[in-house]
């Protein structure tokens, strides 16, 4: 009888966990396939995801550089279906910590999206200057 328990058990956990993802690899595209960026974005992640609005979300960018980053800026836009709705700089040491020796690094950046966010897709525009 334990043994029949188990099996319907296992199942349930494998369906939940596809169903249920807390975090999302974002997709990440550059705005200009041809130039060579001092920064490799190598992967985005949310949390969670999807995004509760009103609530805490983590945005973390795993990254990669050559050379070593002292300070800088990271400059966001965020779009939704095409429409820029959002602009904040915040200093990239504030989001990591500097100096960046090269070599992979994350930046993370936590943020609650106000409450009247519409649900649908979010598209966001980074960049780092120095």
């Known amino acids: 009888m334990e043994f029949f328990r188990l ?7 494998i369906i939940l966990s596809l169903l249920l993802p807390l975090t999302l690899a974002a997709d990440v ?3 200009d396939k041809n130039a060579e960026y001092e920064v490799k974005v190598q ?3 949310i949390s969670p995801y999807p995004v509760v609005r009103g609530a805490p979300a983590t945005f973390s960018i795993n990254a990669h550089t050559g050379d ?8 966001i836009d965020v779009s939704y279906f095409g429409w ?3 602009s904040e700089t915040h200093d990239l040491c504030e989001e990591t910590s500097c ?3 090269g070599g992979d690094f994350v930046i993370s950046h936590t943020q ?3 409450g009247f966010t519409p649900p649908g897709y ?8 120095e």
């Open 7 to 13: 099996n319907l058990f296992t199942p349930l956990l």
């Open 29 to 31: 595209t550059y705005c």
């Open 43 to 45: 992967s985005v992640e």
């Open 68 to 75: 070593k980053i002292a300070q800088g800026k990271l400059l």
């Open 84 to 86: 820029h709705i959002h």
């Open 99 to 101: 100096p960046v020796s």
């Open 112 to 114: 609650v999206l106000p």
């Open 122 to 129: 979010i598209q966001s525009q980074n960049e780092a200057r």
